[in-house]
């Protein structure tokens, strides 16, 4: 038995139809952990709701009602150490089972959860706790993200306590052992402890091309952001067990292991896995017989090019990508391999999917497919006007009535970005599309230099910032270059200082140095150097033409090895 009927009409039989009268119902004061996971422990009880797999064999299935008892517990924990309504907590939990208990957990309470990723260096994790105002950390205990934390700690005014899920750590409180102690009762707050739906949620740390990571703020209503994704574009039934290959410290993770999923009944399948080894995701994928796939593409160019004849993937009913543009070669040649064509989606951390190849429509390969009906969406170019069909014009969402459920509610503590972004009646994503004559929609790049590496964002101005810290550097560019596997990669042009001479050591010695002073996955895989820098008039680094000739050279190197362009 599934809710989504109660929160939208899930029997639209056409693309058309469903685009003009797929509507969500937003109850009034919705809470996810209530309204669903409690209600599905209430309703149905024994459905399965998590099936959490270890490297080394180990699972574990969780019901609703276990979700339902744990997370009650979770809250009781939570709330003896004083956190309540509207207090911010970051967790930094990989696939650890732990996370969905943590976050249903923290919604009943309504305190706003920050997921974030276990590649923080000190200085990340001081940053994010002290902009949010953490007063709590929930952690794997694993010596990198753990060490960050307690280096950081002393300089977090606002913190007062870290729970860990593995085990004891000196100074932290043990989460795991601890949880059975609570009472497995948690009623509904009320009054003024009870949640509205304009209250603050979950927030992330999205990167940018300048200053600091953003705090992208949602609202209570976000999990009904994501019906529409899993039902239409993932097509999830009520017996489906999904599986999405995503951290619990990206958004995608909500996007793909979480609200959407479990509205729809549908089970979440979680391999807690160290690093991605194709051999042994498809092994997991045939053992226990997954029904829905979805992956960022760089995890499909891994697998299309390893021998995975001996595994059995006829399970896999659907598949879908999202995260950067699915290039239409590895949609072919998946579909030659195992028979089944990846839907492609785009969104951004502060909304749901805005496009999706829906499953009316057979999927158009390296097309991020057409509108969801969640947003009002137009493509506007640099004056503000409409853009006709082929032109390319950035990417909006009307907030003229108002913000739509699954768009965030604001950057947060940045009236400065907000006015960046919301002007005119639009939210303005700063990404630039087409749409053919069919109506798809075809993604060109981005406004600004984010670079999506592998599924990840990465924004320049952190990695410059790492790179300014070493004495060598008198200036420097970081820029996307293409690359066939991780789609992008980081490319630094540095300028010397003076005492200083270009050498593969050094090189070396900067890759090494970013890899310490930020996430290491941020680290420039080609380090180039130069005499100065491309800059305009203003004095601004000119990122669009050190990118272009990346590009270029990579074009270049392409002919000269004979490959054709797809």
């Known amino acids: 038995m599934s809710l989504i009927d109660r929160f939208i009409d899930s029997n639209c039989q056409s693309y058309g139809d469903f685009h003009k009268n797929c509507r969500v119902r937003v109850p009034e004061n919705f809470n996810f952990g209530y309204d669903v996971v409690d209600e599905y422990a209430r309703i149905s009880p024994q459905k399965l709701a998590l099936l959490w797999v270890g490297e080394d064999g180990s699972d574990r299935h969780f019901t609703f009602a276990d979700i339902s008892e744990l997370s009650n517990r979770a809250a009781n924990l939570f709330a003896s150490y004083g956190i309540k309504k509207g207090d911010m907590v970051l967790c930094t939990l990989k696939r650890r089972w732990q996370y969905w208990v943590i976050n249903v957990a923290l919604c009943k ?30 952690s794997v205990n694993e010596p990198a993200i753990a060490d960050a934390i307690d280096e950081a700690r002393p300089n977090c005014p606002a913190l007062k306590t870290i729970f860990g899920v593995d085990g004891q750590r000196e100074g932290w409180e043990d989460f795991t052992a601890t949880l059975g102690d609570y009472s497995p009762e948690f009623p509904r707050p009320t009054g003024e402890a009870a949640t509205k739906n304009e209250d603050l949620s979950v927030m992330y740390f999205t990167s940018g091309t300048t200053g600091m990571p953003k705090m992208v703020v949602h609202n209570f209503t976000y999990p009904l952001g994501f019906i529409v994704g899993a039902k239409f574009w993932h097509h999830l039934d009520d017996d489906d067990l999904h599986l999405t290959v995503a951290d619990t410290g990206w958004a995608k993770c909500s996007w793909g292991k979480l609200y959407g999923q479990w509205i729809c ?44 004849e001996k595994y059995d993937l006829s399970c896999i009913k659907r598949a879908s990508a999202a995260g950067e543009p699915l290039n239409p070669e590895v949609y072919r040649k998946f579909y030659e391999l195992f028979g089944v064509k990846i839907y492609e989606a785009y969104g951004q951390s502060e909304t749901g999917p805005i496009f999706a190849n829906f499953h009316f429509d057979e999927p158009m390969p390296g097309s991020l497919g057409k509108p969801s009906p969640m947003y009002n969406i137009a493509l506007l170019d640099e004056n503000g006007n409409p853009c006709e069909e082929g032109e390319e014009g950035e990417v909006c969402i009307s907030v003229a009535n108002g913000t739509p459920v699954g768009l965030f509610t604001e950057y947060y503590k940045s009236p400065q970005q907000n006015d960046e972004t919301r002007y005119n009646g639009w939210y303005h994503t700063g990404d630039i599309v087409w749409m053919d004559e069919a109506g798809y929609y075809w993604f060109v790049g981005r406004a600004d230099d984010v670079i999506k590496s592998s599924g990840y964002r990465i924004g320049p101005f952190e990695v410059e910032s790492a790179l300014m810290t070493h004495p060598a550097v008198l200036e420097c560019a970081i820029s996307g270059a293409p690359d066939p596997v991780r789609g992008q990669i980081v490319k630094a042009t540095v300028v010397l200082a003076r005492g200083y001479a270009p050498s593969e050591e050094l090189k070396k010695e900067l890759q090494n140095h970013v890899k310490h002073n930020t996430a290491p996955y941020k680290y420039p895989r080609i380090v180039e150097f130069t005499e100065e820098l491309p800059k305009t008039v203003s004095g601004k680094i000119k990122r669009k033409q050190l990118r272009q000739e990346a590009e270029a050279k990579a074009k270049a190197f392409r002919e000269l090895a004979g490959e054709t362009k797809v």
């Not at 002290?130 to 929930?138: C, G, R």
């Not at 829905?292 to 891994?302: K, M, N, V």
């Open 109 to 138: 309470l309504g305190a706003v959860i920050i997921p974030a990723t276990f590649l923080l260096t000190a200085h990340d994790v001081e940053y994010r706790v002290n902009a949010a105002e953490a007063v709590a950390i929930v």
């Open 265 to 308: 009944g549908a089970a979440l399948f979680v391999y807690d896995m160290e690093k991605f080894v194709p051999e042994n995701l498809a092994e997991v994928l045939s053992k226990y017989r997954i029904t829905s796939f979805c992956a960022p593409p760089t995890i499909y160019r891994f697998m299309i090019k390893t021998d995975l």
